[in-house]
């Protein structure tokens, strides 16, 4: 097999960098993580301090479960329950031969599998509001055709402020059905449509990541592709 990791993300219309923030990393025992956090509107502080130490104590092997743990004390210690910050991990993790799931964020996780698509929505609290938070964990088998889609409020949210509702899971089972999209094709068609409720200035980040399992094609080549726009004169 092979894993493929999408990601379309774009910030807050006329708005500085926005609070949604991505990292990935290749895994200590095998495999690889992808951290996504968004500390709320103007917060992108609070973002980079919880993706930082995510990441740092992923790459020296410490569990997921402990490092959202680790980072939600941090979070708490600094601000004193002040700041929050939504947080997902989605870790392919070799040792176990497992994808797992780590999730500190109200919005759900939809999975897809053999044509049937679950939504993973046990109610969960954000990162740093308290001493006692704990993620919610997930761990599902690999297995071909496997796909898990993580986003963050802003998606959620699209449309909300002027009347109109973001049917993830409807999105999401119509394109299965009508094609076999690609995990970019997915990430970028939820937040088309995100934006689109949004008439195109969008309200809030909106950030789609998609992780699927394929059956392995070509060669033995691991290879990245980013693509990131900006605009020099406003720099």
Same mark, same amino acid.
Request: charged share 20%.
């Given at each position: ?135 919610? $964990?997930?761990? $599902? ?7 898990? $889609? ?86």
């Amino acid at each position: 097999m092979e894993i493929q990791v999408a990601v379309a993300k774009v910030g807050q219309y006329a708005a500085p960098e926005g609070s949604d923030l991505l990292e990935m990393i290749e895994r200590p025992n095998g495999g690889l993580s992808v951290v996504l956090a968004d500390g709320g509107s103007r917060h992108r502080s609070v973002s980079m301090l919880v993706v930082r130490q995510v990441i740092a104590l992923l790459a020296e092997g410490v569990r997921d479960g402990a490092a959202a743990r680790a980072a939600s004390d941090t979070l708490f210690t600094k601000y004193q329950g002040q700041a929050a910050c939504t947080l997902n991990i989605v870790s392919v993790d070799f040792l176990t031969n497992t994808l797992v799931l780590t999730r500190n964020n109200p919005a759900p996780v939809y999975v897809s599998r053999q044509g049937q698509v679950d939504c993973l929505g046990e109610a969960c609290e954000p990162l740093g509001i308290s001493r006692n938070v704990r993620p919610v $964990i997930s761990e $599902i088998p690999l297995e071909p055709g496997l796909m898990v $889609i993580v986003f963050s409020d802003g998606l959620l949210n699209a449309g909300k402020q002027r009347g109109r509702q973001m049917d993830v899971c409807t999105l999401v089972q119509s394109m299965l059905e009508d094609q076999e999209p690609s995990p970019q094709e997915m990430a970028d068609a939820l937040l088309a449509h995100a934006v689109l409720l949004d008439d195109h200035c969008p309200a809030d980040d909106i950030s789609a990541v998609v992780v699927q399992a394929l059956p392995k094609r070509g060669d033995e080549v691991r290879r990245l592709h980013v693509r990131l726009p900006f605009d020099l004169s406003e720099r």
